[in-house]
């Protein structure tokens, strides 16, 4: 079993495969749809919106809302800090 400390590490590598890179702020940021829909995500984390809000609490990524959705946050920016 993987615990908490290692899936949030997992998440930080799998944004910045993903996700894009803010010129201005050098954050790398991903919709979260793009997230939970990637296959290899899928296949890394049995539940990544539980990885996500262990990974806001330790202020590592910001997201607006406490809880996301698949379908309506779709949208919504996870910021890598």
Known sequence: MVNVDEEVDLLKREIKR???QDPSTG???VKFGKLVRDDECAN???AIVGTLRAA???KIVAYDGEILLQG???NV???LL
């Open 56 to 58: 806001k609490k330790r």
């Open 77 to 79: 920016d996870i910021v």
């Open 44 to 46: 890394i984390f049995e």
């Open 18 to 20: 993903l996700g894009t």
């Open 27 to 29: 954050k790398t940021s």
């Open 72 to 74: 309506p946050h779709d």
